[in-house]
């Protein structure tokens, strides 16, 4: 069992006056990591805010990681300038892969730390790999912004190389909104408390045929109903099929009100976009957009966002462009296979 906060002590490490690196401690970390995230987000032109509340309830509903073990706190003297996290999933169509992510601040970029909290997490996923069944070996894999340079030099440096983009897309302005009728038999109601499971449960199933998918846990619906900041079900476009009763689509929205005053802007996030597949290619998707478009212009935003697998086979990337949607930012899946140098 690690100890709160245990030294850890790293050979590869540079020799920087100050420099320690220790296991995470608890809650008292939170706003440490809130600290980091900031300065690291907005120095590579993430545009995100991270909140104390939604962080804290992330990590009382985290899946397959345990904190103790599988973060790594980076100090100078007694500032946390720095930290990682590790954890593993099963994705529904290309399997088990290891996920890693960190963040360190821009003034300690470039001197070896970066590489020193990678190493460390690549050597803590295979002791967590060693206690899985060995006939799937898996993939590492971090995810960087076409805006996180140094992070992707990084990640090229250690052989890890692209296998997927995902694209965030901005609809500049709610003008000139098309019309778009539901298919027949198909209306949207108003989301009430007995609709979050079957809606949570359509979403998942819908959600399945994408590349990136990985079943939705109790964990995660949990988070989803108590601390998920995009959990705005007043906004939600839900298509219900009128004979079965059954949910046939929807999109989530939310608007980022912290967001919106950071960056100066009034925008809608028009995601969670999906059909299940009795209902698709009969136009549900374009409607369920068009409404939520109408439903943000309406509480007065002027923009919408989304973001989209660029290689999306429902010909989705296509869909969201003729609505008026055009790249503004990419971001690359990088993996390299477990046991690769």
């Known amino acids: 069992m690690v100890a709160k906060g245990e030294v850890i002590l790293l050979p590869e490490a540079p020799q920087i006056d100050g420099l320690s690196f220790r296991h995470f401690q608890g809650k008292s970390d939170y706003p440490k990591m809130i600290d980091v995230l900031q300065e690291s987000k907005d120095t590579d032109q993430i545009e995100e805010v991270d909140s104390l509340e939604v962080l804290s309830a992330k990590f009382a509903h985290l899946n397959h990681c345990n904190p103790y073990q599988d973060m790594l706190f980076v100090e100078i003297g007694a500032r946390v300038i720095g930290f990682s996290q590790v954890y593993w999933e099963d994705a529904t169509h290309t399997g088990r892969r290891y996920v890693h992510e960190g963040y360190l601040v821009p003034v300690w970029r470039g001197k070896g730390i970066g590489w020193a909290m990678l190493n460390f997490n690549e050597k803590r996923i295979l002791e967590i790999a060693s206690t899985h069944a060995q006939n799937e070996p898996g993939v590492f894999q971090v995810k960087a912004a076409n805006s996180e340079v140094a992070k992707t030099q990084l990640l090229q440096d250690a052989g890890y190389r692209p296998v997927r983009y995902f694209c965030e897309m901005v609809r500049p302005d709610l003008e000139n909104i098309p019309h778009h009728a539901l298919p027949p038999g198909l209306e949207i109601r108003p989301v009430l408390p007995e609709h979050y499971r ?13 590349w990136d998918h990985v079943d939705y846990s109790e964990e ?9 900041e995009e959990f705005q079900p007043e906004l939600w476009k839900i298509a ?11 999109v989530l929205g939310f608007i980022d009100e912290d967001q919106n005053t950071k960056f100066n802007r009034k925008r809608g996030w ?25 439903e943000f212009k309406s509480r007065g935003m002027t923009e919408s966002a989304l973001n989209a697998d660029t290689e999306n086979l429902s010909g989705a990337f296509q869909l969201y462009e003729s609505l008026g949607f055009h790249t503004v930012k990419t971001t690359t899946v990088y993996q390299k296979p477990i046991g690769s140098p």
Do not use: K, S
């Open 240 to 250: 219900w099929d009128i004979a079965t009763n059954q949910v046939a689509g929807m």
């Open 270 to 294: 028009t995601e969670d976009i999906c059909v299940r597949r009795p209902w698709r290619n009969r136009g549900l998707a374009h409607a369920l957009i068009i409404e939520t478009l109408r």
């Open 198 to 210: 079957p809606i949570w449960e359509a979403n998942n199933e819908a959600m399945g045929d994408h």
């Open 220 to 228: 995660d619906y949990q988070f989803w109903l108590q601390g998920d």
